[in-house]
């Protein structure tokens, strides 16, 4: 059972220069009392929330008692984007009225209301990686353990032109959320993953192959949790983040990262592609910064941070026992 609470920004003046009033956050806490353990911040990805632990939640086998992220040793606190709209209703304004670098500033301010000098970790998988990123460089002293997992430091051409698709479809679909998410599916898998999961099967009841039922399914479940607005907003979020956007130069940009960097890649990610990561590392260590990278080997791709916990668990128990 979800327990959503709420926190009020006073004031908030955007990467755009638009100030706002008394901005609402929404989010939620697992485990122990706040200020009395040591704080994991969660950030989630595009289509996700709030809801990290629990019955409903969508990172449970990571989060809870006795598990990696013990909710027995840790507070765990996760905000939802804002425009997601889970708990709060739709940003009453342009879907890319904000960016990701906006919603790290927003955290961090949130964390500031909460009374929260630092985090022992903040992880994020995907867009949470990256907005972790951006709190990494916004903040300097917040974060000991920064977790970007299937993710990267900006959003590559890749990632853009993926994007592009998106909105372009979001636009000019008679069916936008359904067929945008069939399109996306197909890069957070792998060919790979869909010969082992499918087969070649068909269905028969519905005189289609087992695939394209599949696809058709992961619409119209996104069709019905998700609105055009969030969508579009959480689609536009993930191209906007890149840690020396507007920098001088990158070495101005670098010298503020004082966190323990550990990234997690995918072997066979299509989407956050493993060279990136690699070439990320390469420019930490070439800079003095605390660095590391591992690897998930999956046939899932991108999703792989959904579904191959015991390898995360291995990859990640050294910082959380």
């Excluded at 592009?164 to 636009?171: A, N, P, R």
Aim: net charge neutral.
């Amino acid at each position: 059972m979800r327990s959503i609470k709420y926190i009020s920004i006073p004031r908030f003046v955007s990467e755009k220069g638009i100030t706002y009033r008394d901005f609402q956050l929404s989010y939620q806490l697992f485990g122990e009392k706040l200020h009395q353990a040591p704080v994991v911040l969660i950030n989630h990805a595009l289509t996700g929330n709030s809801d990290v632990a629990g019955e409903q939640g969508w990172w449970k086998s990571l989060v809870g008692n006795k598990k990696l992220i013990d909710t027995e040793r840790y507070t765990v606190l996760c905000f939802d984007i804002p425009g997601n709209g889970y708990a709060l209703k739709e940003l009453l304004f342009s879907y890319d009225e904000f960016t990701a670098k906006d919603v790290a500033n927003l955290f961090g301010l949130g964390l500031e209301q909460l009374k929260i000098p630092s985090l022992f970790v903040a992880i994020g998988s995907s867009l949470g990686g990256g907005i972790a990123w951006e709190m990494t460089v916004l903040f300097p002293d917040l974060i000991q353990h920064l977790i970007p997992v299937a993710s990267d430091w900006k959003a590559s051409d890749w990632v853009l032109g993926h994007n592009k698709v998106q909105q372009q479809i979001l636009k000019n679909s008679s069916k936008p959320l359904q067929d945008a998410r069939m399109m996306a599916m197909l890069f957070y898998r792998t060919p790979a993953s869909f010969e082992q999961k499918f087969k070649g099967s068909e269905n028969w009841e519905m005189g289609m192959y087992n695939v394209e039922s599949w696809l058709l399914h992961h619409g119209e479940k996104l069709e019905q949790r998700f609105s055009l607005h969030a969508y579009k907003t959480m689609t536009h979020l993930l191209s906007s983040f890149n840690i020396f956007k507007g920098a001088t130069s990158e070495a101005v940009v670098l010298e503020r990262i004082k966190a323990n960097v550990h990234m997690v890649g995918v072997d066979s990610d299509l989407f956050f592609v493993p060279t990136q990561n690699k070439r990320t590392l390469s420019i930490l260590q070439n800079n003095g910064i605390k660095g590391s990278y591992s690897e998930i080997n999956s046939v899932h791709g991108h999703d792989a941070f959904l579904i191959e916990f015991e390898q995360l668990v291995r990859i990640l128990k050294d910082i959380f026992k």
